[in-house]
């Protein structure tokens, strides 16, 4: 049980007086240590002086390449040494190339009977007509997932590098020339504007149809992206952000990423599941030759092909305003 | 078509060593957009157009609009009236 003191005895113990050195009602120093007011900084017209005198005898000592013999030698050592270097290099590649089984054989360690079961089973165990699709997106998924993992990562990078600040983006600070842009980019180009009305709606649709026939004929989910991303920054550059914010947004991006590498990553957790435990697939393969067959193939497909497209957008507005 | 290739792999030749040589950065991405577009024409007659598609958009198209932005931050690029403008102060 504490006790209750008076507020009387209390004013004389020692933590009254602390706590009234923390409120900064009282300063116990004030009148017991002798204190000086700081003086403010500042430099006569000789050190001043003094002191460019010696930054320049520095400078001349330093970069005074006339005068110094070492650095000259320097300097055409280093010329010698990088075309040595060079030669060297080149030589050594030439020798590795050399060594190389030529090209075309059929006894080449290449053609084994991994190549030769993708040729042959491919289209019975993937379902997709185009071989290099069924590879890449059924045999060898997990380098795909790795992929795309690596561009959202470099997107990430992307944007904490280049990412302007909320707060300076009104102010003439590092933000000015990004609103700048903003205001004066769509600079209502009529040639621009006319040959991007009538091209952007091809090219996307182009890109649409080389991820959706990815697994049927040449393309996939990469290569329509990257169409999709190109169709994008022509309309960015023809009407201007103003236009693109409507539809595509930070969060569209992180939100869209996000879905499709989520989904990709299930997609192929449960074949790799199923497979693992020789458990017969749900999905069926359907008849190779339609556009909904081959599986899972159409569905990691359209998740690479968002991926993609977002991120060759978002590496463009990045370089472009530092900001959506 | 033997021909045709190497014509193709001489002007692959021509591109690659001019972008390294040519002193303007504007020219040496123009450059290297052709040997994009060169290339995927190249894989489509080494017959892989999943290659050839995905060059002709991301090395023809997009990398050289990045290059095309970087130069324009950092200020590498000059338009015709701010370099007019130069030549007088000069």
């Known amino acids: ?324 | 078509m033997q021909f045709f290739m190497y014509i193709l792999l001489g002007f692959l030749l021509v591109c690659a060593i001019s972008v390294s040589l040519s002193k303007n950065l504007l020219n040496s991405i123009l450059v290297y957009m052709s040997y994009s577009l060169v290339m995927s024409i190249i894989w489509i007659l080494l017959e892989s157009p999943d290659l050839a598609i995905t060059e002709a958009a991301v090395g023809a198209g997009v990398t050289s609009v990045l290059f095309f932005v970087t130069l324009k931050k950092i200020h590498a690029i000059m338009k015709a009236e701010e370099k007019e403008g130069e030549k007088k102060d000069e």
């Not at chain 1, 116990?28 to 002086?49: A, G």
């Open chain 1, 1 to 324: 049980m504490s006790k209750k003191v008076s507020q009387e005895k209390y004013e004389k113990t020692r933590s009254y007086r602390m706590k009234q050195w923390f409120d900064g009602t009282r300063d116990p120093f004030l009148n017991t240590v002798e204190m000086k007011p700081q003086k403010v900084f500042s430099e006569d017209k000789e050190t001043l002086e003094r002191r460019a005198e010696d930054r320049k005898k520095l400078r001349e000592r330093i970069y005074d390449t006339a005068g110094n013999t070492e650095v000259r030698v320097f300097r055409k050592f280093y010329r010698v040494a990088s075309v040595l270097f060079c030669i060297c290099l080149v030589v050594m590649l030439l020798a590795a190339v050399s060594g190389l089984p030529t090209f075309g054989n059929p006894g080449n360690p290449v053609n084994n009977e991994v190549a030769a079961r993708y040729i042959e089973n491919g289209l019975q165990e993937t379902g997709a007509v185009n071989i290099v699709t069924g590879m890449i997106l059924d045999y060898r998924a997990f380098d795909t997932l790795g992929e795309s993992h690596v561009l959202f990562i470099a997107t990430c990078t992307v944007l904490i590098l280049l990412r302007l600040d909320k707060s300076k983006k009104g102010s003439h600070g590092i933000g000015y020339e990004a609103e700048e842009d903003r205001i004066y980019e769509p600079k209502n180009d009529v040639i621009l504007q006319t040959v991007a009305r009538i091209l952007v709606p091809p090219i996307v649709i182009f890109g649409i149809y080389v991820i959706l026939g990815g697994h049927l004929g040449p393309g996939g989910g990469f290569s329509g992206g990257a169409v999709i991303g190109a169709g994008l920054i022509l309309y960015v550059n023809a009407f201007g952000f103003a236009k693109t914010e409507r539809f595509f947004h930070e969060k569209t991006y992180k939100r869209l990423s996000f879905c499709a590498l989520a989904c990709y990553a299930l997609a192929k957790s449960y074949s790799f599941y199923t497979g693992a435990n020789h458990i017969e697939s749900m999905i069926p393969l359907g008849t190779p030759g339609a556009i909904l067959s081959s599986g899972l193939i159409l569905i990691l497909n359209i998740c690479v092909g968002l991926v993609v497209a977002g991120t060759m957008y978002t590496f463009y507005v990045m370089f472009r305003k530092g900001a959506y």
